[in-house]
């Protein structure tokens, strides 16, 4: 009899990040800021004699987008489990653009999987797991260690288990995206990498509009901002809407009144809910 389990992942912004590059996939990551988002990633994993992995995107009503074949991250994921299973995962955002949704896949995947062959896995494996995977794969330096709960989150110190402090603003977030800025070309990349660890930023913001600071100042110096992001955060500050870059996807997202209006000149926006809670398991059915 086939039984499936089923777990959901939010999804995580970065504002601004500094690669710190470790001994061991555990030691590396990211320091910097971002928001975890409730558009995450939803996994359902069932029991199968073979690893498939299809990855799902949808539109808020449900209708399918797309259905692609394959997810080396969360076939590694599996792979270090020791157990094959079919994982089908559902997002709506845009993937590779910036919205952290291969740690949401992971994180959900490993949970459910967790669940599905009782692993005994606490939420620190899981995390650690979901990181490892994030490294080796170079998709992601912090975003699992983000997706470990919600809100506004400030990393100090890299990985999961790092320094995190997290603060939980009410305002409605937006977001544009133009498409995806592929991941492991930039933290691959050396030269990249000295010019971002050169424009973070210190300390931790204390609210949102210093977060928007913070990381819009970060963009600038960067040297990442591609023209029509710039195009868009040009517009933003005319209009007094604080914004920033979608790190690392050609976005942009923001906050509060007009953001919407201003957004809706370059493409349609996104709107956007800061999560409460981290990653988490839904369900597990015979
Ligand atoms: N929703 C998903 N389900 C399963 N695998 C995913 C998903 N999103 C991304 N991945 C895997 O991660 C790989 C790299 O994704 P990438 O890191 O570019 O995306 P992202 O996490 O959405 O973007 P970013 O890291 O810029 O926020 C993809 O090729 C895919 O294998
Ligand atoms: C590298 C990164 C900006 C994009 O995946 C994110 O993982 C982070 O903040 O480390």
Redesign the pocket.
Known sequence: MVRTAVAFSPGHISGYFMKVAGESPATTGSLGAGIVIEEG?VASVSTSDVTE?V?GRNDEKGTVLSETA?????EYALERLGVNARVE?R?SLP???????????LLASITAVDALFDLGMDRREIAALAHEAEVV?S??LG?VAACQGGGIVCRTTPGPEGEIRRFYPEEAIWAVSFG????PEVIGSQAQIERIAAAFPEGCPSDLPEFFRLSRAFAGRSGLVPPEVGAVLAACDAAGVRASMTM??RGAFAAGDGAEEVFSRFAPPIPLHIAREGFRLLEVRA
């Open positions: 990633v992995v990855v394959g997810s080396p991250p969360v995962t997002c993937i590779g653009a910036g919205f952290g949704l291969s740690a949401a896949a794969h998709t992601g975003d995806p800025l592929p991941t690392l996807g």
